[in-house]
């Protein structure tokens, strides 16, 4: 008989065990394919491009940064300087150019503002709508609506501040939109002499990507777009999402590899471990090393190959249910779609039967190294000791998870200390793992002790422990991962939104908050200021920078939240927690930075901090104080100035208020609205939590693959001891008395599970809380740590209860032949 015969014969004898096998590759390949999709989408997907769609080419500036060979986009957009597009329309193929900036205002009425989008005439050639009456704006003062009566006079706003203009035509547009001239719509934008990008139309016959080509070497330092990837220049959150997506993909498919491995190794580990009989008897009949890992190879090859391909699609469709999470909580656009293809899938089949072959052949050493004399004896009862490697092994990933969760971040400052503590959950599982038959003695041992080994089915449930204690290790390693990665992930969460809120609570001391839609201009701060009963008027605006430190010696670029404030007054209305320096030297090219990033940065006072600021501007500065609350308003605080020449639209997030403005102000500027310090705070947090909500749900798809990989396992262990319930049977035991030792045995596996999982989960909690707030102690909900347990005695008492019952349904005698 050939090898493939006999494996495939195995296969259909050991249904059970291979059954389990297939469900961990299943359900791992479905996470697989999910992240792939996500890279994939990543890199190559996007949305059509709208106010673009005529244009042959796009032409804008560089919207990002290479360092080490990585893109780093920048947060705000990159402004091209005007006169590029005379350069751009003397490339033969160009047959005509569009400078085109988009305003964020408000038209204000009789009944309120209304907001609307501004542009400049010249964009009307791109399709944006139809002269219905008038005529097109020739004069700053002039103005064409979407809607209105030719010769009113209008107030438009931008960032509260209205100016008055003449309305000289009526377009079809389609949505509410005003249009100047393009020089004044570059002034209503605060940007006279630079547009957002340049819409190209070609001439007939051009070839659009020829054309973009010869306009990239033609006109220095810009970038050309063509097809849908007109859309990133026209969208900026297109190219935020590809990098979101980007790194999810990266990170959580890291994770979720690693994990999909720990738990197929488990399950083919536990598969071969109840094979030893079989394996005793080839080995006995001549069979060699090589025969058994061969056998072992093809039959997980035959049966991880139909697992993946059929995972491979609810893989698709889990992809599909994380882009709907997405939207809902604004981490990518609504219209940004998915690419479904091929690659995804393939690299997920074939990454899912390599890593589960390998997992077998892992497994399967000590079944095909075994003297075939020794193997005979094991194939009744399990070798009593664990094999000395494998301890010290799991004694020192016990000590290297413990020092990295709590030791880095006290000597580690920053990002790097934090990664350390939270990877090593990952190395306190795989010690527990390697020492779990030493750990489930010890917990069946100590529970006797407690009385759970009285009577005849409390002393069975601790014989089996003892002498199965492999099995049962390798049974009970998911319920523990998952008790530690459900810790961990949810728990980081919490303690970060709870130091997020603390910090805001506690450092916003102004008595009002200015807000608007679109950002607030300059001028409503200066008039606020200016305002009876105000006694300070900070301005706020926020942005993003990117920053190069070394993390373990190489140098790694990161995005950190920054925000630009006033200086006069900034006590009276913000708190930072300031624990070395003053904000009062907060001019010019000051910053101050929170102890994370510091830590991170490697700078203290005095030292130069080198950043792109948020449309990549070069910025040097330094640094002034070091502050502690970095997690509720951000790692960088720069002077106002320094900032707000930078961002997308140069207006204001808000402004700070000590004091409250009167009557008159709030009826100058009616698009400005009011809301007290805990509304503010409270909106801030929410809008902060949207990202954590996104992570934590991504960790919960993880924790759901574990709850799955835990009932599989230890169905699996249970419904192969019906030969051994049969026999208590046959020797007096009744069914109910057989459940009872089943259920104190699953007292064992749900206690350890809980106690190792919650002391792995330790370090690292105790590492992150050190090193993102400073004290050691966790944010730990007493509800959402007793809904952990509660899932975990769930899945621990069910998985081995409902399979116990199902084993007790035959006749003893005929479950006497039942096959192991």
Do not use: C
């Amino acid at each position: 008989m050939s090898m493939f015969a006999l494996a495939w014969q195995t296969i259909r004898a050991r249904r059970t065990a291979f059954a389990a096998a297939f469900v961990a590759v299943f359900a791992g390949s479905a996470l697989i394919t999910a992240s792939g999709v996500l890279l994939e989408s990543g890199l190559r997907s996007g949305i059509p491009p709208q106010r673009y769609a005529v244009a042959a080419v796009v032409v804008t500036a560089e919207q990002s940064t290479s360092t080490d060979g990585e893109d780093q986009r920048f947060a705000e957009r990159v402004p091209l300087p005007v006169t590029r597009a005379g350069d751009i329309a003397r490339v033969p193929g160009v047959a005509a150019v569009v400078p085109d900036v988009s305003v964020t205002a408000d038209l204000r009425g009789a009944a309120g503002s209304v907001p609307l989008v501004a542009h400049g005439w010249s964009s009307t050639r791109l399709g944006a709508g139809t002269l219905t009456g008038g005529r097109a704006p020739e004069r700053p003062d002039e103005v064409v609506l979407d809607a209105g009566r030719v010769g009113a006079v209008v107030d438009v706003t931008v960032g509260g501040v209205a100016s008055s203009y003449r309305v000289v035509g009526t377009i079809a547009a389609g949505q509410p939109s005003a249009f100047f001239t393009d020089e004044q719509a570059r002034v209503a934008a605060g940007r006279p002499d630079t547009v957002d990008a340049v819409a190209v139309l070609a001439e007939p016959g051009a070839d659009e990507a020829d054309l973009a080509r010869r306009i990239g070497a033609a006109v220095p330092g810009v970038v050309t777009a063509t097809g849908d990837d007109r859309a990133a220049a026209e969208f900026l959150d297109v190219g935020a999402a590809r990098s979101f997506l980007t790194v999810v993909a990266a990170s959580f498919g890291g994770t979720m590899l690693m994990i999909v491995l720990l738990v197929v190794a488990s399950t083919l580990g536990l598969a071969i471990q109840q094979r030893r009989r079989e394996f005793a008897l080839l080995r006995a009949i001549a069979a060699g090393p090589g025969h058994i890992y061969r056998l072992i190879g093809i039959e997980t090859a035959l049966v991880s190959a139909v697992a993946a391909v059929l995972g491979a699609g609810p893989g698709v469709a889990l992809s599909l249910w994380l882009h709907g999470v997405f939207v809902r909580y604004g981490s990518i656009p609504e219209g940004f779609g998915f690419v479904i293809g091929p690659l995804p899938i393939v690299a997920a089949v074939v990454g899912s039967v390599l890593s589960a072959v390998a997992a077998g052949l892992i497994a399967a050493r000590r079944a095909a190294r075994i003297s075939p004399v020794d193997a005979l004896g094991e194939a009744a009862v399990e070798p009593p000791k664990l094999g000395r490697g494998r301890v010290l092994t799991g004694w020192l990933l016990a000590i290297a998870g413990t020092v990295a969760g709590i030791a880095l971040p006290l000597v580690i400052n920053g990002t790097a200390g934090t990664a350390g503590a939270a990877s090593s959950a990952l190395l306190l599982v795989v010690a527990i793992a390697l020492l779990g038959p030493r750990l489930l003695t010890a917990t069946a041992a100590v529970l006797g002790k407690l009385g759970l080994g009285h009577g005849s089915t409390g002393f069975l449930a601790g014989a089996n422990t003892r002498a199965r204690s492999r099995r049962l290790g390798a049974a009970t390693t998911p319920l523990i991962m998952g008790v530690t990665l459900a810790a961990v992930q949810i728990f980081t969460v919490t303690t970060t939104a709870a130091a997020a809120r603390h910090q805001t609570e506690t450092g916003l001391l102004a008595d009002q908050v200015l807000v608007a839609n679109g950002g607030i201009a300059p001028a409503v701060a200066d008039a606020a200021r200016r305002a009876p009963g105000v006694a300070a008027a900070i301005s706020v605006v926020r942005t993003q920078v990117l920053v190069t430190s070394k993390t373990f010696g190489e140098p790694m670029t990161e995005a950190y939240s920054a925000q630009g404030v006033t200086p006069d007054g900034l006590g009276r209305v913000l708190n930072l927690d300031v624990r070395r320096g003053s904000l009062d030297g907060l001019t010019g090219d000051a910053v101050a930075v929170s102890e994370n990033a510091a830590g991170t940065f490697g700078v203290g006072l005095g030292e130069t901090v080198t950043m792109r600021l948020g449309d990549g501007t070069p910025h040097h500065a330094r640094v002034v104080a070091i502050y502690g609350s970095g997690l509720g308003f951000g790692d960088l605080t720069l002077p106002h100035d320094a900032v707000a020449g930078h961002t997308t639209s140069g207006l204001d997030d808000e402004i700070l208020v000590s004091g409250a403005p009167g009557a008159d102000f709030l009826r100058a500027y009616p698009e400005i609205r009011v809301t007290d310090r805990k509304s503010f705070a409270t909106a801030q947090n929410d809008a902060a939590g949207a990202q954590s909500a996104v992570n934590l749900l991504l960790n919960l798809v993880l924790i759901a693959f574990i709850a799955i990989a835990v009932v599989n396992i230890l169905v699996l262990a249970t419904a192969a001891r019906i030969r051994e319930f049969a026999l208590l049977r046959l020797v007096g035991a009744k069914p109910r008395q057989v459940r009872a030792m089943t259920r104190r045995e699953a007292t064992v596996v749900v206690v350890a599970a809980v106690v190792l999982g919650s002391l792995a989960a330790l370090p690292p909690l105790v590492g992150i809380s050190l090193s993102l707030t400073g004290a050691a102690l966790p944010a730990v909900p007493p509800l959402i740590y007793l809904g952990i347990v509660a899932a975990a005695a769930l899945l621990g008492w069910g998985a081995i209860a409902i399979p116990t019952r199902f084993a007790l349904r035959p006749a003893a005698v005929a479950a006497m032949r039942v096959g192991d």
